[in-house]
């Protein structure tokens, strides 16, 4: 079992920044991928960033240019750069355990982000 726990979200100005954290708890040493998602109020959930136990990342092109993901040991974060209204959305982390599938088997509770224009 993993546990996660997201933290650092709030109210931001437009073209502001935030840095958002996940720490995770529980069986750590299972968890072969980390992802941040996000999903705004009427829209599907979507995929930010991913990254495998090592050093490869993944990074939705729509977020290249601003997001970037990063981990230090059970801590995962997002930097968020040059926020936009249209960013507001509560921010999820997840955990994947499994193999052989792209579903991931663990999420936090989320944290929101809400940036005012």
């Known amino acids: 079992q993993v546990q996660l726990v997201e933290a650092g979200g709030g109210l931001v100005q437009d073209g502001g920044s935030l840095r958002l954290s996940c720490v995770a708890t529980?069986?750590?040493?299972?968890?072969n991928h980390w992802t941040w998602h996000r999903q705004a109020p009427g829209k599907e959930r979507e995929e930010i960033?991913?990254?495998?136990?090592?050093?490869r990342k993944y990074v939705a092109s729509s977020f290249r240019d601003r997001f970037a993901i990063s981990r230090d040991k059970n801590r995962l974060y997002l930097e968020t750069n040059r926020l936009k209204p249209g960013d507001t959305a509560m921010y999820y982390c997840?955990?994947?355990?499994?193999?052989?599938?792209?579903?991931?088997?663990?999420w936090g509770q989320g944290t929101q982000v809400t940036v005012s224009s």
């Open positions: 529980g069986s750590i040493s299972s968890i």
């Open positions: 960033a991913t990254m495998d136990d090592g050093v």
């Open positions: 997840g955990a994947r355990t499994s193999w052989g599938t792209p579903e991931f088997d663990y």
